[in-house]
DNA sequence: CTGAAAGCGCTAACAG
DNA sequence: CTGTTAGCGCTTTCAG
């Protein structure tokens, strides 16, 4: 209930020089900070200083002083000159929960992410995408809070960051098919925006790279090198990413009409070890492929390391690409298809400003293109 | 302004259909709905349920729906179960600003990384750190928000965001010594707890991995597979964990009475490229080494790619241990030490939380053990 | 252009 | 054991 001034008039002195005493700050002499110290502690004083005490020093009121902080144009050039300066004398910042009461907003976006069972690309897309994410938010304004997605039923963190006015809006990444947040999501009518693409008929704000497009690249790549007996090692059907990945290979394919040969296209879960088994199989293949591309790095990697099994060298003996640029393929001369992280981020965070303010967008999906980052793995002889 | 219950009287029904018309549950005939639509609309009602509205339908006052909330004891059983019941009819959950302006916090930590050189070990932490540390912080009720640290003179992320009150305290990694951070946050008696020693006297809280320790399993163990000629690959000195892990290598020397040659120790900044020409030098010593020990995964890996370039095999001719257990490192098949991620995230917030309650905790500084995960690197013979 | 005042949704004396 | 009430710090009509 106190406020600075209460403090300041009890002690006989102005506003700043009780800010100052309270403070240690020089230029207040020992006798008087003792003063105010008392009766600040006499008053119960809290220390915080509010819209209220900027008023108080400026002298002006707290509705001007809402007014310079909201750059409200109504402010006399001079008024607000005066109150920028005691804003800077004081050190004031707003109290973000009453604004936020007050607006009924949280200017916070959730995120949160899967434990998966790509160690690498998890990696990947957390280090590069949450940074450009949180960068992406606080242009707005905005902060990013993490929560982690505990599997308990009856537990929805979602709707309780939600309905505690935590959030204003949610981003998801590695969306599947069918995917249930987005389904609660859209029911519920909440905000929010995700990196990929679920169900055909579902219309919802999203960014999706496009990995067809991704795959054909690598392919067109290793033809372009000479290739021409390219495999292709994926995950098994049904995943929406694994799926657009796997089409533009044959679409890259039958483009440069070549017959993709059933012996030359492997499936297995996205484990290390299940993809050097794969690689074995495929590359013992008649006729023999030349080069393997792969639906991600760490497949890649996992036919990388049968090679080296055989004494065989990726890019010396067999081409090999990946996809997602992750780290490790750049440490490994890995040819890599990568994903614009930054500009998903960025375009993640638009789309989902405009769900927020309601804005409807003339276009709310929106479909990047990936690069084709070219390292050894692919240069050598044909 | 308008309540539920305004709602529900204007409507002439019960705070529980007018709940359920208003949010298209079943149970409600269509002219009702309409009913209660029009008199939201009339009303201005902003679909917020509050604690006024759980009161209302419940028939007892807002503040014993309050002391429900907040576990207070002297609510009368009966009262009790009535409350929990209307809060389960009306899906209602208390609003966070609202609350946290009252009580004056933010239940939220924030954690902001550095954009380091160090791709494997930067999505390392991120990866693993990151989800751990917002479990910990949500077994507090707490959340975690993240944001950058932008390299601007004259702007202090986190000055804003304690003084704005959206944190209570933070959480710091990557500490350095003479952490300006650090510094910041002891002169102006903000909470912070940090993964990472600096000064010896600066008395703050932290966690922090006894990296002495590390390095120590890792030449103890090559030792133990009958190497002596041990090479030490580092950092230039002057980082608080580099010298630590350097002095951890010369202290199991030392034990094992074995002299450590100058040539066997190479220093370079954490660049994948210059390891590999660290270690040919390294390598090219008189004692020639049979090991390489070497500061973090990302040197080990430049080692690694200078035995490839030489036709030599890690493991096989020379052994090579890392450190952060990275995710390239299990790839890989790379011996490393690795720091007990999970403890280190839950005793930070633990000791976070003791700094934002003010509690003063016995001890505020904990040192935890590393380990090491024995791989193929180091398991060839000597 | 500036000020007075109502109130966002909640907590916690204080009084019954 | 429960209700009345005064704010937390801010925004924003509505009068001047």
Redesign the interface.
Known sequence: MPSLKQVADKANVSVLTAYQALNNLNGVDASTRNTVTEAAASLNY?F?ITLRDVAAHAGVSITTVSYVLNKNPLVKPTTRELVMQAIQDL?Y??????R??KS?E?R?IGYA?H?MED??W???I??RF??DL??AA?SYGY??????QPIQPGFNPYE?LI????VDGFVLTDTSFNDHRIKYLMEKKVPFAAWGYSNPDWSYSYVDVDGRKGMQLAVEHLIKRGHKNIAFLGWPDGTVVGDARKQGYYDAMQAAGIEPKAQWIGYTPNI?EYAHQAAQQILEANPKPTAVVCVND?MA?GVR?YLESMNLEMGEDVAVTGYDD???A??LGLTSVRQPVNEVAATVVDLLMAEIQGVTLPKKQVVLEPSLVIRDSSRGRR
Do not use: G, K
């Open positions: 809290n915080n050190n910042h707003p109290n973000t929960n009453a936020n009461l009924n949280a916070m992410w434990v160690p690498i998890r990696a990947a957390l280090d949450l940074y949180a960068q606080e902060h990013v809070l993490i929560f982690t309780l309905r505690t006015n935590r290390f760490v990697l390391h992750t780290p490790v750049q440490l």
